[in-house]
Nanobody, 124 residues
């Protein structure tokens, strides 16, 4: 299992910014090295399904953004630190959710390791 440590959530007002960080452990809990295909941020609001907000391909850096966050959120990665960041600007109340970091490791067909989530609350 890969450990993912998330940080940066909180309570802000509409229009404010937050930066989420997610750092992956250097090795799995059993001590094995691993390689990533992608890192992504998902979110789940109360009563709604989990949705992919943004992702970045580890090799090449291609990014994806959900339509709802395009132009407001920016994802970036630090390869050496195995860390991904999500800069969230112009936050809206509808961005309120638990945000989860996830990674897809080489050999997996989907995101296969998940963080515990960090709460983002945007007040109007």
């Amino acid at each position: 299992q890969v450990q993912l440590i998330e940080s940066g959530g909180g309570l802000v007002q509409a229009g404010d910014s937050l930066r989420l960080s997610c750092a992956a452990s250097a090795r799995t809990t059993s001590g094995r090295p691993f390689s990533m295909v992608a890192m992504g941020w998902f979110r789940q609001a109360p009563g709604k399904e989990r949705e992919l907000v943004s992702s970045v391909r580890w090799s090449g850096g291609a990014t994806y953004y959900a339509d709802s966050v395009k132009g407001r959120f920016t994802i970036s990665r630090d390869i050496a630190k195995k860390t991904v960041y999500l800069q969230m600007n112009s936050l809206k109340p509808e961005d309120t959710a638990v945000y989860y970091c996830a990674i897809q490791t080489v050999g997996a067909t989907a995101y296969n390791h998940w963080g515990q989530g960090t709460q983002v609350t945007v007040s109007s």
